[in-house]
């Protein structure tokens, strides 16, 4: 056969990995306690042989870890006989069988993920003990043309999971919703649900929320428990009055394009007034000879576009302060989501069960947090990355397994044999804390 290149391929009987990487990775889960949460918190199969709730969480979080977009590719798992060599895992379920089981245990299996999450909740907030805990909140649309998908407002079937972060994105809680629920609904119960996943005597120091959480409700619960809230304003008649009486000589500079003001502000059914954060965008101006003649509708969109609201009851920090705090969120929930969806492939959802669906999304949830977890023990300069970069950098490593006196032993190239050493030891470190 005529080839390019002049070499020849052939089959070998060695021990090979793609995923030296997750082999660590693999390691490091099994020293933070993971088989004893799983088998203690989820449901045991009646059948003496049946498979143990570790040995389907495990090769799952392996597998997302990994890259694999749909339960199917559990079978790059499965097949990866250098892997399963490493980690000690004797066997693993097909596709079919994992789907079984999402059905099989939907909500108990959520509820039982959501515990084992509170486990690792606690490691984390150790590593940010210093810093003020700060409570994102966001719902995320999650197309799936499945047979019992609701249609959402933006006109295609799916999910609206609710998502909570905490500092650094950590998902602290996950409410899985249909597809028509709206992004408003039952915000003020889903901050209570995230409280309540919180350490005893531990609570939020700050919630940051888009528009949908302009609620009374909620700016009343802040205040009586002591939480300063930042959250998008909505520009109802009265919020565009207080904006209109504004003189210009009330704005002053806050970026190149961007000027600042404030008012006091107080809504129907709030308890107390609140600061009311106005920033006028300096865009391209309507000439007013032509205002006349644009559709109301459409002169208010424009007019929209100009001004962005933030609502808050911290009166401590300065205007442009709220405004640069309330935008991290960009960072820390809509990023964070977009890393869970993306990264980990959460916009694939297997089935049209919605609470087989609400189970495996959870699992995503804690396959994400674990890789925070994970990326404190890394060198410094791979804390940042996002898992597609950690694939490229660690997961990724080729590896081959040897048994050499009854001892296993994993090969890689020189220049990633120190990177793997330190993560090991740090690994082991962890484990003992």
Same mark, same amino acid.
Request: proline share 3%; net charge neutral; glycine share 6%.
């Given at each position: 056969?005529?080839? #390019?290149?002049? &070499? ?7 021990? $090979? ?39 389907? =969480?495990?090769?799952? =979080? ?22 399963? /060599? ?24 959520? @509820? ?18 210093? /810093? ?39 998902? #602290? @809680? ?6 028509? !629920?709206?992004?408003?609904? !039952? ?21 940051? *929320? ?6 009374? /409700? ?10 300063? &809230? ?15 009486? $504004?003189?210009?000589? @009330? ?30 965008? @300096?865009?391209?101006? *309507? ?46 929930? /809509? ?99």
């Amino acid at each position: 056969m005529q080839t #390019i290149l002049n &070499f020849d391929i052939e089959s070998t009987d060695e021990k $090979l990995t793609p995923r030296a990487g997750v082999a660590i990775f693999g390691e490091y889960l099994k020293g933070m306690g993971l088989e004893k949460l799983c088998n203690s918190n989820i449901p045991l199969a009646k059948h003496p042989n049946g498979y143990d709730p570790f040995e389907f =969480i495990y090769p799952l =979080i392996l597998m997302l870890h990994s890259g694999g977009r749909v339960l199917d590719d559990i079978k790059e798992i499965r097949f990866d006989i250098a892997l399963k /060599e490493l980690l000690k895992i004797d066997r693993i379920p097909t596709a079919g069988a994992f789907t079984k089981y999402l059905h099989k245990h939907g909500t108990d299996g959520e @509820d039982a993920i959501k515990k084992i999450n509170k486990q690792f909740l606690k490691r984390f907030l150790k590593s940010i003990k210093n /810093e003020e805990l700060t409570l994102d909140i966001d719902a995320s649309f999650i197309e799936a043309h499945k047979n019992t998908a609701k249609y959402s407002y933006k006109g295609a079937p799916g999910y609206m999971p609710m998502i909570g972060h905490i500092n650094g994105g950590y998902v #602290i @809680d996950v409410d899985f919703r249909e597809g028509n !629920e709206a992004p408003a609904n !039952e915000n003020l119960e889903f901050i209570k649900q995230c409280q309540l996943q919180l350490p005893h005597g531990v609570k939020f120091d700050r919630v940051r *929320i888009d528009s949908a959480g302009y609620q009374a /409700e909620i700016f009343n619960y802040c205040d009586k428990e002591n939480i300063l &809230f930042t959250i998008s304003g909505r520009k109802d008649k009265s919020v565009w009055e207080a904006i209109n009486n $504004l003189e210009d000589d @009330d704005f002053k500079e806050f970026s190149k394009r961007e000027k600042i003001s404030e008012f006091c502000h107080t809504m129907n059914n709030t308890e107390n007034a609140f600061r009311m954060i106005v920033v006028k965008k @300096d865009i391209t101006p *309507i000439l007013p000879t032509l205002e006349g003649y644009i559709d109301p509708k459409v002169l208010e969109k424009y007019q929209d576009e100009i001004y962005y609201c933030i609502a808050t009851n911290d009166n401590d920090l300065s205007a442009e302060e709220i405004v640069k705090l309330h935008r991290q969120r960009g960072e820390t929930s /809509e990023n964070k989501i977009k890393e869970l969806k993306n990264g980990f492939n959460m916009s694939y959802l297997p089935t049209s069960n919605f609470e087989a669906n609400s189970f495996y999304f959870s699992i995503g949830a804690l396959a994400y947090n674990l890789f925070l977890l994970f990326k404190q023990i890394l060198d410094s300069s791979l804390q940042k990355h996002t898992v597609k970069t950690i694939r490229y950098k660690l997961y990724n490593i080729a590896g081959k397994v040897v048994i050499h006196a009854r001892k296993v032993i994993l090969k890689v190239n020189e220049e990633f044999k120190k990177l793997l050493e330190n993560i090991r030891y740090r690994a082991y470190e962890t484990s003992l804390e």
